[in-house]
């Protein structure tokens, strides 16, 4: 099993996974889970210095980067083609509805936070509101 990175955890370590979620967006595109391994901040500066360059000249060859890019430091994912796994691939990473690629880029890369995979449970499930132990508090103190 791989080793868990935190998103609080500040570095980045060798070998170490984060899990990432993207909910569906209505018209636009399907949910995905995956886990990754994230980019090193030297990446994602020589991607976006390739991308700065070569965007406008030939954007084929840039999307065609990035799909390898983002391949390469997905694990697993949840995606499908015709109810069987999908390969991690920079092929299918190309073809994802650009919206979600983009999404997916920038979670792996640093630039946006995943969102909360409501699926995952954390420690902060388990917590109560505080309103909850401010009754129990009193409760104690027979207020």
Do not use: C
Not at 72 to 83: A, H, L, T
């Amino acid at each position: 099993m791989a080793k868990r990175l935190n998103w609080s955890d500040n570095i980045i370590r060798d070998g170490f996974t984060q899990s990432g979620y993207i909910p569906e967006v209505e018209g636009l595109h399907g949910a995905i889970r995956f886990e990754f391994r994230p980019m090193l901040p030297e990446e994602t500066e020589h991607f976006e210095g390739i991308r700065d360059r070569d965007g406008a000249r030939d954007p084929k060859k840039v999307r065609a980067i990035l799909g390898e890019e983002v391949a390469k430091r997905i694990v697993s994912w949840s995606e499908k083609i015709d109810s069987s796994p999908a390969e991690i691939s920079g092929a299918n990473v190309r073809k994802m509805r650009f919206t979600l690629q983009t999404k997916i880029y920038n979670i792996i890369s640093g630039f946006s936070p995943t969102t909360h995979d409501p699926e995952l449970s954390t420690e902060w499930d388990d917590l109560q509101p505080l309103e909850s132990i401010t009754e129990t508090v009193d409760e104690q103190l027979g207020k």
